[in-house]
């Protein structure tokens, strides 16, 4: 019966909404753990993608999400208002440190993200935007033209975005592009902001913009150096340019702290936020500084489901178990011992060359040569087949780069158990355990 509903999988839907890693159907889980209609378990060290922070069955969340279904599924916030979009609002605001801010409800993070870039581009009355390499932001026209990044997923190919984009070099320290003489990554990505601001300020072609990730996802976890978008945020500031932080993958104790751009101390014009917000509810956010958000005129970014009661209170209810459960501080503790333990297998393993990350958001890097840097795709498909085998979920990004984000709240002995499976995987595969039949089924993108 499984592999009739996985063909199924692949006859009844469009590619254009899904890819595929593993032959499995999931029906039901239960903390860090999910269980396949064959009964098999895994331990999955993907939150769904980045989504499940509160891991799989939280008592917490389905009490409070039935307690809202039971009183008012939905009333939409359009026209008049419910409790829990007000009380979420308050919170975002709280949490994200924006003075004088203003939220916006929308149901996914590429809605999120073309909003944010709309309302730029509404305040400056500018044009185009300033994004990285390898920054993925999105599949609607502007959120696409402004993710830089050169995968099958490029919508941008195929419709007719703006083009109104410039993307600079991110400071990825691992596999740095830009290097002259004896300056860093940093300093050079750094210059070459410089020296775009003021080529456009001279043509009279400011930015509405600059959007980023604080630490890369889709592109790898790519860990920029300490200090940089401090640096990059008093640039912007200088010009009168406004800074967009997509945290929606980032965000909501992921790295640690509530988002991640709270490590460099700074306060960015606009925040957006999706994946875990709902804890698998669909919702996002965009989070901003009243005159920015205010610059659209009224209904001109309205969704009839957003602000709905029943996904407001699961963000409530993902927001305070995150607080009550000190959930901050845990990915942080857990984080640093994951990221040690996985250091570890760049020594014992030819496969490994590299681990970077920041609390449960970690990549480790595959290659075919540590000195050449060769991406390590068909390892990295049969590493991710034959974890599956062993009883862990691990998923990947820029095709050689497993990424590790678990439910932040998986417990230490679970999250060993996963890193020992994988590693256990790694060495299966540098051994050629793992035959070429586990490519025809790991596709990823």
């Known amino acids: 019966m499984a592999s009739e509903h996985l063909k199924l999988f692949g006859e009844l ?6 890819t595929d890693y593993l032959p499995i159907i999931v029906v039901e889980g239960r903390g860090a753990k999910v269980r396949d209609s064959g009964g098999n378990q895994y331990i999955d060290l993907s939150a769904s993608g980045a ?13 409070e999400i039935k307690r809202q279904v039971d009183k008012l599924i939905h009333y939409t916030y359009m026209y008049g208002m419910n409790e829990p979009a007000l009380r979420l609002g308050e ?14 409800y929308g149901l996914s993070g590429t809605d999120a993200v073309e909003s944010s870039l709309i309302l730029a581009k509404a305040y400056t009355k500018r044009e185009l935007i300033l994004s990285y390499n390898g920054g993925f932001h999105g599949v609607f ?13 490029k919508v941008c190919e195929l419709i007719r975005c703006s083009k109104e984009t410039i993307c600079l070099p991110y400071p990825d320290t691992y596999r740095c592009s830009i290097l002259r003489g004896d300056k860093d990554c940093k300093k050079m990505s750094l210059e070459i902001l410089k020296e775009t601001l003021e080529d456009l300020s001279k043509a009279n072609k400011l ?15 790519v860990v920029p150096p300490e200090g940089y978008f401090r640096e990059v945020a008093r640039i912007l ?37 999706g994946k875990p917000l709902g804890g698998g509810l669909p919702i996002s956010a965009v989070v901003g500084e009243s005159k920015l958000m205010d610059s659209v005129p009224t209904m001109g970014l309205a969704f009839s489901l957003s602000g709905n009661p029943v996904t ?3 963000a409530l209810t993902v927001i305070n178990e995150i607080r009550k ?16 333990e996985l250091r570890s297998f760049m020594k014992k393993h030819e496969l490994v060359g590299d681990v970077r990350g920041k609390g449960l958001m970690i990549g480790v890097e595959l290659v075919k040569n540590k000195e050449t840097k060769e991406r390590a795709k068909n390892e990295t498909k049969k590493v991710i087949y034959r974890a599956y085998e062993l009883g862990a979920i691990v998923l990947s990004v820029r095709e050689n780069v497993l990424r590790i984000q678990p439910p932040l709240t998986i417990n230490k002995e679970e999250l060993i158990e996963g890193i020992n499976i994988l590693e256990e995987a790694i060495e299966d595969v540098e051994e050629g355990k793992v035959n070429d039949e586990a490519l025809k089924i790991v596709r990823g993108w």
């Open 13 to 18: 839907f469009s590619r254009a909404n899904r």
């Open 91 to 104: 919170e975002l605001l709280k949490i994200s440190d924006i003075d004088e801010g203003k939220v916006l």
């Open 207 to 221: 930015p509405a913009a600059l959007i980023a990730e604080p630490i890369q996802g889709d592109s790898g976890i």
């Open 141 to 153: 026209p502007l959120s696409a033209d402004a993710s830089c990044i050169n995968l099958e997923r």
């Open 51 to 63: 989504v499940m922070v509160l891991g799989y069955g939280n008592d917490e969340l389905r009490k």
């Open 237 to 273: 500031r200088s010009y009168g340019i406004p800074l967009i932080i997509d945290e929606i993958q980032t965000g909501l104790g992921r790295t640690g702290e509530w988002f991640a751009y709270q490590y460099e101390g700074i306060k960015p014009d606009v925040v957006t936020l």
């Open 312 to 314: 407001a209170t699961a």
């Open 325 to 340: 459960n000190k959930l901050l501080k845990k990915t942080k503790e857990l984080g640093n011992y994951v990221i040690r």
